[in-house]
């Protein structure tokens, strides 16, 4: 029995036949082109995988969030590339459909419209100079007529030359907008320019803004910037921090076998045994273990608080420490593993130095690691706390009356 059985319910519904087989061999082929998988998101939209959070009633498959984190973990263990970057349209559509829920407006013939034609999304959030956070944009939009124009850049950007519409957000004062785009709106580029150590597959580009008009029909949702108690918000943040987390357990999973793999075909010649038999490898595998298995169990508890219907921003430090955590434990059995295993682990052959490689983009999604642990630490404390880096702390000095 695996370690990890009963923590995630099942997804054979959600990936049937041999798909996760396929999308794994079209993933290798993709980390060495440093091309994105073609193939597999067309077999994604094929087996219906876009509508996955959407809602029933408009179509979708209706699932929560732990069933959406289960799904990708299994496809992070068949191709890490591929599902961190579809991980920005299921974040987008979990985003919409927490906004729906609770304001009820006409922002479900968006949904309907992805779920019913498989379309799927790049989510363009991450900015250059933004420091990571979450919930503001340096991009300026300027009101005209009935919509916003704005110029800049959006970089990485998942999926920005192969997704179909595009979620992003800009600023307008001290007030962020969230919109929906097709990606052959006017002003919209893309610049090819995703060369990385790991994720090669995940084609994050460069999304380039010159004199872009957004409908205010397409703008579904507004609040105040750098707001982390704002509902749907927060509830965005969550679905981030836990589905993002979730494409990371499933490379875990994968490394975890094929290193075991590695230690048992690895055999010390004067000790008559393989690597795997000896307690001295055992000693030194056991504590990432625990530490991956309790991050597991983490990633699923607060998922499953959120689809009670917990509010998300009493959710929001948990799931932020389960990101955090991610950080700090999915590196670290790559690492246990590599060096248990010898040099056969640093070569391409063996396959295991690409999840090695992959696993290193754990620290880059935002809110950074930076923001997250001031967050954490002040809210601890009591004192004002933001995911906006406050290291000259305005927040706080506001918050005693100063001026």
Known sequence: MSLFTG????????????????????GRDADHDGKPPVASLDLLKEIDWPGLAIPELFHGKGAGLVRCCAAQRALGAADPGLAIAVNMHLFSTGLMVEHWRRRTDTSWLLMEAIATQNRLLASAFAEPGLGGSATRSTLQAEQVGDGWRVTGRKRPCSLAGQ?????????????????????????????????????????????????????????????????????????????????STACYLGLAQSALELGGALLRGGRIAHLGSTRAELPSYQAVLGDPVADLLQLEAGCAHVAARMDAGAAPEDLLGAALAVKQQAIRVVPRLLEVLAEAAGGVSYARGAGFERFWRDAQAVRFHPPTPAATRQFLARRALGLPASLDLDEQAPLLRAAAGEE
Not at 7 to 16: G, H, K, L
């Open 163 to 243: 997704a179909d519409l595009v979620c992003l957000q800009v600023q307008t004062g001290d007030e962020v907008l969230v919109a929906l785009l097709p990606t052959t709106a006017p002003g919209l580029s893309v610049v090819p320019d995703w060369d990385a150590l790991g994720m090669r597959g995940s084609a994050s580009d460069t999304l380039v803004l010159e004199d872009c008009e957004i409908p205010d029909d397409l703008v579904f949702y507004r609040a105040a910037a750098g707001n982390e108690q704002d509902d749907v918000l927060a509830a965005g943040i969550v679905w981030f921090a836990l589905t």
């Open 7 to 26: 923590i995630w319910p099942a997804v054979d519904d959600v990936f049937p036949d041999d798909s996760l087989r396929r999308i794994a061999e079209w």
